[in-house]
């Protein structure tokens, strides 16, 4: 897997940016959907019902949600009633009919606060433990917008009218693009360290068969890498791709081009010790921010290194230590050491003797 050459490392190295969108997952309305259904088998959804209807509205919104380039933040009952909405800007609600009164209070305090509230019927119908208000706590809530019917992706109207609605509450897409609303099968995911940027496109080829190549607009404009091609797009905002099915597409925006990876170390090496090599990035400006390294040794019959000869190295400030040890039998001869920068491609190589 091409993850197993840094990628995979870089996405955990790197923290996914803040979401202003939370998606309320209430296990007591789970709980009171199945008890008001018919289902009698474990995993069991019947075609219609409250247990199917809060199923799907609470999977549909996902996909919708994901495919318009937006990422959420599922939370629980606990979360919502502990303030976890601060800062938030949009809370969608599938299927949410059993709330406790610190519920309610939490999101009524959200909404008055200015937050929008996007539901598919009447939140609240019933407190957590199932039991029917006599009034529902909802009613006449400004800012509260309720659908009549559940969550479908796969509705025209429906997706139209939640993109506008993210645009209207100030929320931006990942990446900007104003496919989305009658294009399915795209993901957006944006990783952030400091000022230092990776976002993601991947292409779900279940639920998109076109071969479009579209504009993707990231939020603020650098020097762009092609993580996948490690290629130099330029210092710009703007990229154009055809997203591969089944794949993705990956760059890197960054406040400075690199200019080349450097390698410091000894010429030769003893078998039975170890090969100290200090790797780090030249950049066009300012100070270099996390990088990864991808080191793999080479050994003198130039055949592709295995596994155990290859590292992933996280580089803070753009520089980090390579400390590999080469055993006795190792074959005595000119190895070369490669080191590739993950985030924008460069390669560079060093030969040392092994004794």
């Keep these: 897997s091409n993850l197993l050459n840094g990628p995979g490392k870089l996405f955990l190295a790197y923290s996914p940016a803040k979401n202003d969108i939370a998606l309320y997952y ?3 309305s789970t709980l009171l959907a199945f008890l008001r259904g018919k289902e009698t088998k474990e995993g069991e959804i019947h075609a219609s019902g409250p ?3 809060y199923y799907y509205s609470r ?3 996902r996909y919708l949600l994901e495919e318009l380039l937006h990422q959420y933040d599922f939370l629980a009952p606990e979360q919502i009633a502990d303030g976890k ?3 938030r800007k949009v809370l969608f609600m599938p299927g949410v009919n059993a709330m406790s009164d610190k519920e309610v209070a939490a999101v009524k305090a959200f909404l008055e606060k200015g937050g929008t509230v996007v539901a598919d019927f009447l939140p609240g119908e019933c407190d957590e433990l199932g039991i029917k208000r006599a009034k529902n706590p909802f009613s006449g809530e400004k800012n509260l917008l309720v659908l009549g019917k559940i969550f479908d992706d796969k509705d025209p109207a429906q997706r139209r009218q939640i993109f506008d609605l993210l645009a209207k509450a100030g929320v931006k897409q990942i990446l900007g693009n104003n496919d989305v609303a009658t294009v399915p099968g795209r993901e957006a995911m944006h990783f952030v360290d400091g000022n230092m940027h990776v976002f993601a496109v991947l292409r779900n080829q279940t639920r998109s068969n076109d071969s479009l190549e579209q504009t993707f607009r990231f939020p603020l404009k650098g020097h762009v890498y092609d993580l996948r091609s490690g290629k130099y797009l330029g210092e710009t905002d703007t990229v154009r791709a055809k997203v591969p099915h089944g794949e993705a597409s990956v760059w890197g925006v960054y406040p400075y081009a690199v200019k080349k990876v450097e390698i410091a170390a000894p010429s030769s090496v003893k078998g039975g010790t170890d090969l100290v090599a200090d790797l780090s990035v ?3 400006n300012g100070t270099p921010g996390k990088h990864v390294f ?3 040794l080479l050994p003198p019959d130039g055949k592709t290194p295995r596994f155990f000869l290859k590292r992933n190295l996280i580089g803070e400030n753009g520089k980090t230590r390579l400390v590999f040890r080469l055993a006795e039998n190792d074959p005595k001869g000119l190895w070369t050491l490669r080191v590739t920068d993950v ?7 060093r030969k040392f003797t092994l004794k």
């Design 343 to 349: 985030m924008t491609g460069t390669t560079a190589d």
């Design 26 to 28: 209430s296990h007591d």
């Design 294 to 296: 991808h080191a793999e």
């Design 282 to 284: 030249a950049v066009s």
């Design 51 to 53: 247990l199917h209807d």
């Design 85 to 87: 909405l601060n800062g």
């Design 59 to 61: 999977h549909n919104i």
